[in-house]
C-alpha cells in the first residue's frame, strides 16, 4: 500500500489548506485569539452567563466562542473580546 507523503507544515495550518496566503493569515490571527478567550474563560472559572456579562455579550455568544465558531466573529470584535477579558492584545507584522 502506498504512504501519503509527509508534508512540512508552513506554519500556518490555513495556508496549508490552500487558503490565500491574505485569508490564511487572518483565519490564523482569529484561531489564536479564540483560543486564548477560551483559556481565559476556562482559567477564570467562569461559566458562560458569567463570562457573557463581563465580556458584554450574549451568553450564546459565548457559547459560539467556546464551541470555535469562527465565522461568528470577526477579528475586531475577538480583538474587543480579548480586551475586556483583560488580555493585551499586540500586532507582530514580520
Known amino acids: 500500500m502506498d504512504k501519503e507523503p509527509i508534508v512540512e507544515s508552513s506554519g500556518n495550518v490555513f495556508a496549508d489548506l490552500g487558503f490565500s496566503p491574505e485569508e490564511a493569515a487572518l483565519l490564523a490571527m482569529r484561531a489564536e485569539l479564540m483560543a486564548r478567550l477560551r483559556e481565559t474563560i476556562a482559567s477564570s472559572g467562569w461559566t458562560q452567563a458569567e463570562a457573557a456579562v463581563r465580556l458584554g455579550i450574549g451568553q ?7 464551541r470555535g465558531k469562527r465565522d461568528k466573529f470577526s477579528l475586531d470584535m475577538l480583538v474587543t473580546l ?13
Open 82 to 94: 480579548a480586551t475586556r477579558a483583560g488580555r493585551r492584545v499586540a500586532l507582530a507584522v514580520s
Open 60 to 66: 450564546s455568544r459565548v457559547s459560539d466562542l467556546v
